[in-house]
């Protein structure tokens, strides 16, 4: 069965670091996501994008946030001087259709530790 | 926008025993609902869905959960809980070309 794949598993970085989190969608879906999960919370939407652009992004996802498509399989997030409280768990989502009714095809997620 | 309440964040329960986990949301419009697993360390893992149709859908691992649009509810059961079903379930919600939205979760623990 087709999968959502992130790198790295786990990921230390020192505060006022630039981390990239990665993930390849599924090969044939069209719309993706990331998502947050601080330690022991809820699972927070952070951004969708569709044909190379943001669709929609929530409050969270400040100026420190970026994502980008580089390659026809990447789909990066990146975060810019990170901060203690960046610390969670980031899940990258892709779908399929034009209206998302299948659901999300989630990836096993990034932890990143700032210390 | 759509929002998602899950009624119990703990729902401690003897191995074997029935289980329901209670999730309601708020739409103005139709909507379509999940129910996701995360085991300890590990990613969401997509239970069930409800897109339309049939309001009891069958899930796996023996789960369902019944859409109720008068009450706005997608309740999650499983009539009889295993030890290996602890874990943390989400309901989630989105509405057609929306971006999907989870509850904050409900902790099951099977206990022996």
């Known amino acids: 069965e087709p999968e959502v794949t992130q790198t790295p598993s786990h990921q230390v970085t020192q505060m006022g670091q630039e981390v990239i989190l990665r993930c390849v969608p599924i090969?044939?879906?069209?719309?993706f996501y990331w998502y947050r999960q601080i330690l022991g919370q809820k699972v927070e939407f952070l951004v969708s994008?569709?044909?190379?652009?943001?669709?929609?992004k929530s409050e969270i996802f400040d100026d420190q946030f970026s994502v980008e498509r580089p390659d026809g399989s990447n789909f990066t997030l990146k975060i810019r001087s990170t901060k203690l409280e960046d610390s969670a768990m980031y899940f990258c989502?892709?779908?399929?259709?034009?209206?998302?009714?299948?659901?999300?095809?989630f990836g096993s997620g990034t932890r990143l530790t700032v210390v | 926008a759509q929002s998602v309440t899950q009624l119990d964040s703990q729902v401690p329960v003897f191995e074997e025993a029935p289980v329901e986990l209670r999730c309601n949301y708020s739409?103005?419009?139709?909507?379509?609902l999940f129910w996701y697993v995360q085991y300890p360390n590990q990613g969401l893992q997509l239970l069930l869905k409800?897109?339309?149709?049939?309001?009891l859908v069958k899930g796996i691992n023996g789960f369902e959960a019944e859409f109720n649009k008068s009450q706005t509810s997608f309740h999650l059961r499983k009539p009889s809980v295993h030890i290996s079903d602890t874990a943390e379930y989400f309901c989630?919600?989105?509405?057609?070309?929306?971006?999907?939205?989870f509850g904050a979760g409900t902790r099951l623990t099977v206990k022996p």
């Open positions: 989502a892709s779908s399929e259709g034009s209206d998302r009714t299948p659901g999300y095809t």
């Open positions: 090969s044939n879906h069209l719309y």
């Open positions: 994008f569709y044909n190379n652009e943001i669709s929609e």
């Open positions: 739409s103005s419009v139709s909507v379509y």
């Open positions: 409800y897109l339309s149709g049939s309001t």
């Open positions: 989630a919600v989105s509405e057609p070309n929306n971006d999907m939205r």
